[in-house]
């Protein structure tokens, strides 16, 4: 019985997310926009636009690394 009315809760609010879309929204368009063109205005917006870089970058070798060093030892505990 309570696993019907969670898959009615669930179901419930599915549709409400569907019939209103409005309640995903979290900024308007003139607020994105007047960011943009304050920070592209004063040049900050290629300091970020390199920070996050360098970040995702650090972070994806990282990940790679870390993959390569779980290879060799799976590769070595299967020998």
Do not use: C
């Given at each position: ?35 943009y ?13 390199a ?11 990282y ?17």
């Amino acid at each position: 019985m309570k696993k019907i009315q969670n898959s009615a809760l669930h179901l419930m609010l599915i549709l409400l997310t569907i019939a209103n879309p409005s309640l995903l929204i979290a900024q308007t368009a003139n607020t994105s926009s007047d960011f943009y063109s304050r920070m592209n205005s004063s040049g900050k917006i290629y300091v970020a636009i390199a920070v996050l870089s360098v970040i995702l970058i650090g972070i994806f070798g990282y990940l790679i690394s870390i993959d390569r060093k779980v290879r060799r030892l799976e590769e070595k505990d299967n020998s």
